[in-house]
């Protein structure tokens, strides 16, 4: 924890240095919103979705329903979203290896689990026309669909896919790619986001099948396997990604300490973020195994006071 600290304070240090010597380039970037069309008709879509639901529930007496924190959880998700895909942190993140990683956590970390605990997925449904809706039904009970959904959303599987994205894409000849190609960029934001959206969804999901102790294994080991690659790429005696050798001393820093930096961002407050989550789910798992003796208790007194009574 001492290296991890002194690690981050040397960070913010090369941060303010190069933020005061490349202030001009600074306040330009960041008036540089991007609003591609495809992502844009996206978020449209899913908000249009999403109230049109919402609306029509209400009208029909679904309000009861309704709870206000799943409406909090997709507005700041959908939010967040806009942020990572359309402000300027994505033109940024091409520039800057720690932008780009931080766009990333954004969307794994933030986005995909508030759009998960929103559960969206009953108001897009009432958003559709009847005939539609009951088609979309039907197909989603198809023994062949909702085979393969429990398949691919199982804890095992969630994770495994979740891990090998994150390693997968961190190869220095994809990473780079990635700059160079927005279809290629395109495809690790999507597969990122929707690896994170199965992710979380055994977690959210209310057919608990983990348990606390499995959940909490599946977190913690999360936790670990991505704060290795965050070491790895702290410790790395180089830069890995050649297109920042020359796009990062633009900004002040070497594509060495750029990257450097990126790996602090996943190993310390991603790192973090998820060992509070498996703290979290310690003491809930602590207190369901109280729970659980009290009443065992409760029941044996039971017995011996009704069997000493006869």
């Known amino acids: 924890m001492k290296l991890r600290t002194q690690f981050a304070a ?32 996206a978020l449209m879509l899913t ?21 206000v924190q799943p409406m909090v959880c997709f507005a700041v998700g959908w939010a967040s979203l806009v942020i990572a895909l359309d402000s300027p942190i994505h033109e940024l993140g091409e520039q800057l290896f720690w932008v780009h ?19 969206p997925l009953v108001p897009f449904l009432w958003a559709l026309p009847d005939s539609i809706r009951m088609k979309v039904v039907g197909v989603g009970r198809n023994r062949i669909v909702s085979s393969s959904w429990r398949l691919v ?5 969630a994770w495994l896919l979740s891990a090998l994205a994150l390693w997968m894409w961190h190869a220095p000849a994809l990473f780079d790619g990635t700059l160079h ?10 597969t990122f986001f929707l690896t994170a959206l199965l992710f979380w969804w055994p977690l959210a999901n209310r057919q608990f099948v983990l348990g606390y102790g499995g959940a909490l294994v599946y977190v913690f080991t999360t936790a670990l396997h991505t704060s290795i690659l965050g070491a790895l790429l702290t410790f790395a005696p180089r830069a890995w990604y050649a297109s920042y050798l020359t796009s990062a001393p633009e900004w002040g820093i070497s594509a ?14 991603a790192g973090t973020l998820l060992l509070i989550v498996s703290l979290v789910l310690l003491v809930k798992w ?20 009704k069997g000493a009574g006869e």
């Open 101 to 119: 990683m931080t766009q990333h956590e954004i969307l794994m970390l933030v986005s995909a689990p508030l759009l998960v605990l929103s559960r």
């Open 153 to 157: 959303s199982g804890p095992f599987a």
């Open 181 to 190: 190609s927005e279809w290629i960029h395109a495809a690790q934001h999507s």
């Open 47 to 67: 908000a249009a979705l999403y109230s049109t639901g919402l609306a029509k529930m209400f009208r029909h007496g679904a309000d009861r329903k309704l709870h």
């Open 286 to 305: 602590l207190k369901a195994s109280d729970t659980r003796w009290q009443y065992t208790r409760m029941a044996a007194l039971a017995h011996h006071s």
């Open 10 to 41: 040397l960070s913010v240090i090369s941060l303010l240095t190069s933020a005061s010597a490349q202030a001009e380039a600074a306040r330009v970037s960041l008036r540089d919103w991007t609003w591609p069309p495809a992502i844009v008709c």
């Open 256 to 269: 060495l300490e750029d990257q450097q930096i990126g790996g602090l961002i996943m190993w310390i407050p």
